[in-house]
Structure formats: structure tokens, C-alpha cells
């Protein structure tokens, strides 16, 4: 079963930074927070992940909590392209990956 | 390097027949994963491999589903028969060894009537 529970949609407007929620809070210590998101018609595709640090690369943006509770997936400049729906999964032991439902993110001009 | 290939890309046929899915993960990654993905629902895990082995099968419906992985590579998995909730788009992921993000395939979209 999934251990996050997200918002099921948000708007963003074009331009601005989108800051997807994430709670998980039975989270353990040695457990990664994953995001991933899929545009329709498509497999899902990886954007960032992270332990405890927060972290940034081409994409994105995470930033974890002190207690690791909860996470943000920031997307600095939100385009028309990314509109999709947004997965934040805890990668539990096995590498085993259980989505939830997700956030449905649209970006509007 | 080039991603998870799956095919069919698309499978329309009748319940109670049967259906086959091909999955060829990225070259070099040992772990492969099977997801049904229902409409408006996230991918549900169905089994994971670990080169050729059922690393983790408890949520595959052993009754009518079935997978296998030869030689470590391709995998292929089989509905039979199809019931009309099977309709779904079946994800296939590899990753390198047993940690590590996925990378997913297109997916085969089946559609039971």
C-alpha cells in the first residue's frame, strides 16, 4: 500500500513555480522519497528523489522535512508541458515502489 | 542508452481469451517490474524479478496471470483468460540491481470486451 497521500489536482499558473505537497508520515529512516509523474499516454518518468537533504537538479526541486514527514516537489518555472500527474512514492525495502493516486497538476497559460 | 521497450502498444480482444506482453528492459539492469495500471488509478505492482528470479509475486492474480523472465533478460507477461476488469495499461521498469530508481516503458494498453 502507498505510504504518501498528495492532493488530487492543482492548478499553476505558466511562468510560476509549482510546489506539489507530499505527506508520508510513517516514513522510515532509511526510506527514500521518490517523485515521479506521467504524462498521459505515457510511462511514468523520474524527476528527483532524496533522504533527508534537499535536492535540486535539472527538473526540480525536493525539500524534506527535519522530520521527514512531508516533502514539497518544486518545479521553479511551470510550462504548459508540465502538466501531468505527480507521484510521490516511498521506496520501501525491496525497492519495491507503491503509487498512490498522485496530484494532478495543470499548468494554465 | 535506449529505454524499456514493450510491445504490443495497443491489444483489443475478447474475455476469455488469452494475451502476452513483451518487455525488454535496459540493457545491464537486473531488476525487472510489472505494474497494472487501471484508469485513474496509480500502477499497482504486480511482480518483480531479479534476473531471473520471482523476487516478489503477492499481488499478481496467480489464477489467470503469469510471468516469466528467461535467461535474465525479456520478460513476458501472460493473461489467461482475460476477464473485462483486466482492461488496463501494463507497465513494465527496470532498474540496476535492487535499488535505485526505475525507468519505465510505454506501456501496453489492453482492452478486454
Known amino acids: 500500500d502507498a505510504k504518501t497521500t498528495q492532493p488530487p489536482s492543482m492548478d499553476c499558473a505558466e511562468g510560476r513555480a509549482a510546489n506539489l505537497p507530499c505527506n508520508h508520515s510513517t516514513i522510515s529512516g532509511n526510506e527514500y522519497v521518490y517523485w515521479y509523474r506521467q504524462i498521459h499516454s505515457q510511462g511514468p518518468q523520474y524527476i528527483i528523489h532524496g533522504l533527508k537533504n534537499n535536492e535540486t537538479n535539472e527538473m526540480a526541486s525536493l525539500i524534506i522535512t527535519e522530520d521527514r514527514k512531508s516533502s514539497t516537489l518544486i518545479l521553479p518555472h511551470a510550462t504548459l508541458r508540465d502538466t501531468a500527474v505527480y507521484y510521490c512514492i516511498v521506496r520501501v525495502v525491496g525497492n519495491q515502489f507503491y503509487f498512490g493516486t498522485g496530484t494532478s497538476l495543470t499548468v494554465i497559460p | 542508452e535506449a529505454g524499456v521497450a514493450q510491445s504490443p502498444r495497443y491489444k483489443i480482444i475478447e474475455k476469455r481469451q488469452s494475451v502476452a506482453f513483451w518487455c525488454n528492459p535496459i540493457?545491464?539492469?537486473?531488476?525487472l517490474y510489472w505494474y497494472q495500471q487501471i484508469l485513474g488509478q496509480g500502477p499497482k505492482l504486480l511482480i518483480q524479478?531479479?534476473?531471473?528470479?520471482?523476487?516478489?509475486d503477492s499481488q499478481l492474480p496467480k489464477d489467470r496471470f503469469s510471468a516469466e523472465r528467461l535467461k535474465g533478460v525479456d520478460s513476458t507477461l501472460k493473461i489467461q483468460p482475460a476477464k473485462l476488469e483486466d482492461s488496463a495499461v501494463y507497465l513494465c521498469?527496470?532498474?540496476?540491481?535492487?535499488?535505485?530508481?526505475?525507468?519505465f516503458g510505454s506501456g501496453t494498453r489492453l482492452t478486454v470486451v
Open positions: 521498469a527496470s532498474s540496476l540491481e535492487s535499488a535505485g530508481g526505475y525507468t
Open positions: 540493457s545491464g539492469h537486473a531488476t
Open positions: 524479478f531479479q534476473n531471473n528470479g520471482v523476487v516478489d
